[in-house]
């Protein structure tokens, strides 16, 4: 049994019965680290270290000895937090963020900070896809997605503004879970547009993201998944974004819970959610100026792209952003409209596979809809596409129905088998 | 012309004639602040030496030369951020809190950091009210409110998950200002519950409260305030917490509009809205416990008020937090039933008059109430009750209609004269 392949609670397992011991199992992730790293560049920092005294020293919770790595936009007390940025070279932080310390007194081992767009922007760090260097991983959590395909990390924590969590863990074949706006901790995050800014993970499977989930949001652990009632199929305004491929995977997935008995009906937007789109950029770019403040005296020493992003806000009014703002929230409140009698939407996650080039790292929008909706999402991988590079789909639910939609997530895994 | 009593449009004009030098606002202020600061501990760190030096160097902007305090629980990167706490004993951030930032631009000028209860909670902060010393100021945003109270800043600002701007501004005799969730910038803020946390300002004038939000949010300076078109007076289901004294207060406010030619009418809370109070308790609990894991490892070094809100939301699992966090949403999507055709509420922003002891900072439920709906919410003195003690009255708006309270606020000024 190779660790870096293994699921939490197959590796929980095999601690418990003396198979494994944690020891092991971080120096297994810490050696895959050596070897493979090199050329992806998943990690800006790994805490070797700290990550082998506190394997030694025993961890204890429900997550004991799983290591984990860290999007480098949240704060660590023992490392350095440098937001992907040269603003931020050698800051260290005096406490961890709320999320890293409630997974760690879950006994869970953070094995460094993993590489992140500066900011949680649009200006990529140099990560490589796993599967091609060519390509980009996606991101702003570009990192924490790529740890986790190439075996580095049993999980990583992201961020989530746009499509940040679930871009990435798409492109890269893995499952990611952004949770409703709010519901994880935000202490130690650094803002980007906190009207939509949410603490998320990237693991190697929607049951790896329940127990995260559960793990910080004090729930029993997960047993075994029930089905959702009823799937509602939404393409949305943007499916002509969607490449063949993807579109036929999305319908893919459709068709296997049809088969399992589960009800798939199509859903549309509500007249006038195409707009979200708009409003949404506009908030965004008036949060993130408002939010960058803190560097305005010394902006021109980050990086043009977010140099942009600063400027762009600066000329947004209060007056537009309230008026976009309060048609989100009217948006918000619309949501049973969308949902009906499903209690999950299937919708794609990405046009397709991870596109070539590491400059940009994709296209948000098919994310970020949900993400402006404050809504829950996770993605899943379905299926592949050009060059056998992965392609996933999106589960949607509600806010707040967080464990319904993982369950429906962890139900398509084994539809998927 | 007193500096340490006038308005902004004063200091501005003042000194735009020449009749005042922006060293001489603010020396003035520090004169006031060695004077008069021994005996009311408004300020927890003096920036005298920044303060002179900016004001030498001649401050541009729409605010520029205008002094202010900055509650201990937002960054300033040249002195300490102690967030009230030993477990942040010495601590300066590498950068200033987006809202600090963005009035510094416009020209203003930190005089220090102001007093706050440990991690803007319940644990008070040894700040005296600046008319009775044996009475609370109110808090968390003690130092904030006092400092504007006793002249030793035009203004200040505070942060409110509760009524921790509103409530201190109401006991010292000033306006206070939490804008709608998510306004005004958030980086470099503590959170506490962030769902409810907000930066917000208190000054000597709802005028004045109208000038800080034009310069944070891009917007026109204000010119003469519309006047609301209906007031809803709304007593809530807390009325029979409010004293024979404040209840007559909102009453007189009330008749001020009437007089004025403004339509006002009664509202009531829909039903279901008298849950928000314990829908709230229970949401508070469990995200400031989230966001208190930073601190987990060294707790017992947090004051033992901090210490019980960490164990109380411990042992809040995530299924009630979410029953009752989609509970709120609820209430929030169902705004309009409340406000009707009032485009502003009256209500009583306090029980009374500040209470006596500084071991608690009075009674959160007047104020918590709007934070809990993330409305925008205001208060104006109007009135005195025991001692002589000011009482002041809470105006509410919708979301995103800042600027109309702000303008209601405004005109109830012109009516009290």
Redesign the interface.
């Known amino acids: 049994m190779d660790p870096t392949q293994a699921d939490i609670a197959t590796l929980r397992t095999e601690i418990a019965t003396g198979r494994l011991t944690i020891p092991a199992v971080i120096e297994a992730h810490l050696d895959r680290i050596a070897v493979r790293d090199g050329a992806i560049g998943a990690f800006v920092h790994v805490a070797a270290d700290s990550a082998l005294k506190e394997a030694a020293a025993g961890a204890q919770g429900r997550l004991a000895g799983i290591p984990f790595g860290v999007k480098d936009v949240l704060?660590t007390a023992n490392m350095p937090t440098e937001h992907g940025s040269a603003l931020?070279s050698g800051?260290v932080p005096?406490?961890?963020?709320?999320?890293v310390?409630?997974l760690r007194?879950a006994g869970a081992i953070v094995l460094g900070k993993t590489a992140t767009a500066e900011f949680a922007g649009t200006a990529a760090p140099a990560t490589c896809h796993p599967m091609d260097s060519g390509r980009t991983p996606g991101g702003s959590s570009s990192g924490s997605a790529a740890a986790v395909a190439a075996g580095m990390a049993t999980f990583a924590l992201g961020t989530q503004t746009g499509g940040s969590v679930l871009r990435p863990a798409a492109f890269c074949g893995v499952a990611g879970f952004k949770p409703?706006h709010?519901?994880?901790?935000?202490?130690?995050m650094?803002?980007a547009a906190?009207?939509f800014d949410a603490v998320g993970a990237i693991a190697r499977s929607a049951d790896d993201l329940a127990e995260i989930?559960?793990a910080?949001?004090?729930?029993p652990s997960p047993v075994a998944p029930d089905a959702p009632l009823s799937i509602g199929l939404c393409r949305t305004h943007l499916w002509d974004t969607v490449s063949d491929e993807a579109a036929a995977i999305v319908e893919a997935a459709a068709t296997a819970f049809a088969r399992a008995g589960i009800v798939v009906v199509e859903r549309n937007l509500p007249p006038g959610f195409e707009d979200l789109t708009a409003h949404r950029r506009l908030v965004n770019a008036f949060?993130r100026a408002?939010?960058?403040?803190?560097?305005?005296?010394v902006i021109d020493g980050a990086r043009p792209e977010s140099q942009e992003v600063f400027a762009r806000g600066?000329n947004?009014?209060?007056?537009a952003?309230?008026?976009s703002?309060?048609a989100l929230?009217t948006a918000?409140?619309r949501i049973g409209e969308l949902f009906g009698g499903s209690d999950v939407l299937l919708t794609a996650v990405t046009p397709g596979v991870a596109p070539e080039g590491l400059a940009s790292t994709g296209d948000p929008r098919l994310q970020e809809l949900w993400s402006t909706l404050r809504c829950p999402a996770v993605t899943v991988p379905f299926g592949a596409g050009i060059a056998g590079l992965p392609i996933g789909v999106q589960l949607v639910a509600r806010?707040?129905?967080?464990?319904r939609l993982l369950d429906a997530a962890r139900h398509l895994e084994r539809l998927r088998g």
Chains 1, 2 share one sequence.
């Open positions: 704060d931020y800051h005096p406490f961890d963020a709320g999320s310390a409630r007194r409703t709010g519901a994880w901790p935000v202490s130690g650094l803002p906190h009207g989930h559960a910080m949001m004090h729930l949060e408002g939010n960058m403040e803190s560097w305005a005296v600066q947004v009014d209060g007056a952003y309230s008026t703002a309060a929230d918000r409140s806010p707040w129905a967080d464990v």
